[in-house]
């Protein structure tokens, strides 16, 4: 994503974990993927740790913290085509491009 973007924390901590869950399938905050339906275990709330301290004083106190960033990370792929939309993202913050600026979705949200 790039040396300044990852320095100074532009991708959301919630956003990092929630695709490394994502990435991983953790079975622990994911149902298997041949599921029907929602892959969420848990709806994500309106507000999740942004930053990497905040992440790691949340995610000891709320063990589902990871389903429900997992959850957001996949509702918003869901809204903007997937896996690519995830490249994209990637490449769009390694050319310089805001977190905030590409992720930007009206049924997910910013935050």
Known sequence: MGLRQFLFGDMPAWFDEGLAVVVANDSRYL???ETSGSRCR???G???PVTGKDWSRSAGADHGLYAHA???VLLWMDANGGRPAVLKLLDGMAAGQ???ELYADPKVGTR
């Open 31 to 33: 149902p298997p993927e």
């Open 42 to 44: 848990e709806e994500p």
């Open 46 to 48: 309106a507000d999740l």
């Open 70 to 72: 997992a959850c957001r």
């Open 98 to 100: 805001r977190f905030a």
